[in-house]
Every structure is written in C-alpha cells, then in structure tokens.
C-alpha cells in the first residue's frame, strides 16, 4: 500500500483520489479552498471546438487525429473512452446517473438561450425533449439573481424560428419573513425544491401551462443532493405531465456541487482523507535527508518527492508521500503563477517555457475565434503524466500533474476542460505502478 498525496480538490484531484483507493493505496487530499466545481457546470465537455472553430460532431474521433503535446494525444484516445466509462461507473454507484458517450455531442441548453456540446450529462440537462416537443415554457424565479427568462426565451425563439412557440412563466416561492429584502440564489431555490411544500408551490403555479407537448427550460434547481435530483425530477414531471431541463450553470453552479458532493462522499467511503485549508508551500526531496550521496545518486535522489510541506498562519506541516498526483489547476486558481515574462509551477518550481515578449502570449482580441497561446501554456509531461523538461527528461520521478495545469491544450476554446481532467486523473493512477516502480529503483540505488 502507497502512500499518495494529491494536492487539489476539484474534478481531477476528487477522482485522482477515488481512484487512487479503489487501487488500494492510502491516500490524503491536502486542498486550499473549492475546486472549480462550485462555479462549473458539473458536465463533461470532452471536445466541441476544432481549431478552426468548427463544431466536433464525433469527439473520439477527432482526439485520434489530434498531436502531442495535447493531453488527448499523450494518453491515446482509447485511455479517454476508458475514462469516461469509469467516470460514468463511479458517478452511478453514487446513485447519480450521467448520459452520453465519447462519441456524439448534446447541445446543452445555456442560461443565455444558446447550446453547447457536451457529451456526459446529468439526464436534467439533456434536451432531446427541448428539440421534439413544440412548445417551450422558460421558467423564471422571483428575486433569482443572475438568471434572464426573457433574454433565454428571445434567444430560443430566435433560434426555432416559428417551429416552435416560447413562452415565460414566473414562479414566487413562499419564503420566511424578511427573505424577501435579498437576492436569491439558485443554490436557495434547489434546497427549497428537496421540501415537499417547495415542490407543491412549484406544481401549483406551473400545472395550467404545462402538457405532453410542453418543455419547461429551468435553472438548475432540482435539488443540491445528488441522490435526490432525479427523484424530484420525476415527480416534478409526473405531476406536471411535462419534461423539465435545466440549464448548464448559473452562478453558484448547483450541477457543480452535486458531483462536488458526489466525489467527496465517494472519497469518504473510500476511506480517503481531505485535509481542508492544506496549502502546499514547498517540497523535501529525497536529497535532503541524505546529505552522504555521491553526485551521481544525490541527482537522482533530488528528483523523488519525500514530503509535502503546507503552510499558514506561522506554521508549516509536513507529510509523507510515496507518490504525488498535482491537480492544482492553472494560472486562475494559482496552480500556475504568472509574472511579466515568466510562467512557473510554484510547488515544484517547474519553469513554464513562455515568450519573452508579454504581447506574444495572445492574440489582440480575446474573442478572435481561435484558440489563445497563453491558454496552452503549463506543465509538459510524458506518458506517465511526469512532468519534463524541453529535452523530455523527468523532473520529479514521483509527481505526476492532472488536469488545467497540463500544457498543449486550450480548454476553454476546444470545450475540452472536463475531458481532460477526467482522463489525466485516471490515468495518472493507471500509470502509478509505473511511478512507484521508478521511485523504488531510485531509493534502492541509494
């Protein structure tokens, strides 16, 4: 049994982690604040973009034909089918089904009235429904802050032309006394929605607008627990004798944190450990307790990871690793730190090669319709998700990097962020035999 510490919690470090103990290994998550997921929409974009901005009807298809340094072509599309099957797995076994395969893009209904691609969904976004039946009810919430049911109906229209007849409905909750002096949130409305009353002033308000030709568009509303989402769809459904989808994400992102709880109940029953407020500082190299070793052996011994080293408010703590799977995230959750010039891993101190010139890290204008420089940027690694140099040498023998952090790729324009943090967690624990197996040869040369 190894010892495996992984250094972030969102999507990539929750599943690295759940992963990583289902493979029998001990293993610790040391996080510094949420992961991403409480802003992400919880869904798995895969691929949608190619590089000339043309929609990817087929994403396994078009990853096969992709090059390294993208993560896709490091891994193989066969890894990526083979992780979004676990993916799907683990998410079921926590009674929280996701539709879809690696082969086909949904259009995803947005809280603009626009569709993305996006290949595993909860069945609340899917939007068969949206497309086959005629008539369409977008469905607002008083005092719902961030979310515009005339601007989605507009959109809609606009996009079904006379195919189809939009309509807005408005819901008011019956919330305490003095709720109403503030703004409401979607995560409020889905706590609400768990209650039979909420349930019932919903149905009340909605049953004389709804049939069997009828789609209600909604913010993602059904529910904070996972475990209870599809329940409350189905009665929701039944009661109103209609099909209900909701959007994406809206601000706080409650598809999000159903899979955020999803994965930290998976981890609990894993017996995995988070330790919250674990901000990583620094690292012990295996070098540093052997002050004896000739060069040759204390060069090797550098590149293997002995500790972790956190720190915060005057103190610092240290823990033990046989191997470390980074899932940090890039330049916007401080995974990645951004100076004039330069680029670099903070833990490890991994220098990102960038252009000198700050002006050659983007195009002019950030909307250009193609993909940005500076979103490719992170850590090279190979095969086995160890990061290397420009000469492809490892860095670290023990440490492998997940998900935003990795280089080549631009999730943000490809619609590809989920995709790849979902394969890189699985498979950097795939390749961690082949990790503790180096780290092994290492320590026994010493």
């Given amino acids: 049994m190894a010892e495996v510490i992984v250094v ?24 510094y604040g949420q992961g991403a997921l409480t802003v992400a929409g919880g869904i798995i974009d895969l691929y949608g973009y190619d590089k000339n901005g043309n929609l990817v009807t087929d994403p396994l298809a078009h990853i096969a034909t992709l090059k390294k340094p993208h993560p896709y072509a490091i891994m193989g599309a066969a890894r990526v089918e083979e992780a979004l099957e676990a993916f799907k797995e683990l998410t079921a076994s926590q009674n929280y089904i996701y539709v879809g395969d690696g082969h086909h893009n949904q259009k995803v209904p947005t809280a603009i009235g626009s569709f993305k691609p996006s290949c595993l969904v909860p069945p609340s976004i899917q939007s068969d429904a949206v497309f ?27 996009f079904f032309g006379d195919s189809k007849k939009v309509s807005v409905r408005q819901v008011t ?20 929605l768990e209650t039979p009353v909420g349930r019932l002033n919903f149905v009340e308000q909605l049953k004389a607008h709804c049939d069997a030709d009828t789609t209600l568009i909604i913010p993602p509303v059904l529910g904070e627990r996972p475990e209870m989402s599809a329940a409350i769809q189905t009665e929701l459904e039944e009661r109103l004798n209609t099909h209900m989808v909701e959007v994406s994400s809206i601000p706080p992102s409650v598809t999000g944190l159903r899979l955020d709880r999803l994965l930290r109940n998976a981890c609990f029953n894993l017996g995995v450990d ?19 070793l000739p060069a040759d052996r204390a060069a090797a011994a550098r590149k293997v990871c002995a500790r972790l080293i956190t720190g ?3 103190h610092t703590h240290e823990y033990q690793a046989d191997a470390v799977i980074m899932a940090t995230g890039g ?116």
């Fill in 173 to 192: 909750m019956n919330w305490p006394v003095g709720r109403e002096y503030r703004d409401v949130s979607a995560l409020d409305l889905a706590r609400e």
């Fill in 274 to 292: 988070i330790v919250e407020k674990g901000q990583v500082i620094g690292f012990a190299s295996m070098a540093d307790d052997r002050t004896d």
């Fill in 132 to 158: 086959a039946r005629s008539k369409i009810v977008v469905v607002g919430f008083e005092l719902l802050k961030d979310y515009y049911p005339k601007l989605i109906a507009k959109n809609l229209q606009h």
């Fill in 331 to 446: 330049f916007f959750s401080s995974g990645l730190i951004t100076q004039m010039g330069r680029m670099y891993e903070p833990v490890f101190g991994i220098e990102i090669k960038v252009p000198e010139d700050q002006k050659d890290w983007s195009h002019q204008y950030l909307f250009c319709g193609q993909p940005q420089p500076f979103a490719a940027y992170g850590v090279s690694v190979n095969e086995n998700m160890q990061p290397v140099d420009a000469a492809g040498d490892v860095l670290f023998t023990n440490v492998q990097f997940v998900g935003r952090s990795l280089a080549g790729y631009d999730f943000c324009f490809e619609k590809s962020g989920n995709g790849v943090a979902i394969t890189s967690a699985y498979h950097a624990v795939k390749q961690l035999d082949e990790i503790l197996a180096q780290r092994k040869a290492v320590c026994d040369s010493l």
């Fill in 8 to 31: 972030g919690a969102g999507i990539s470090g929750l599943l690295a982690a759940c992963y990583a103990a289902r493979a029998g290994h001990k293993v610790k998550v040391l996080t």
């Fill in 312 to 314: 915060g408010f005057g």
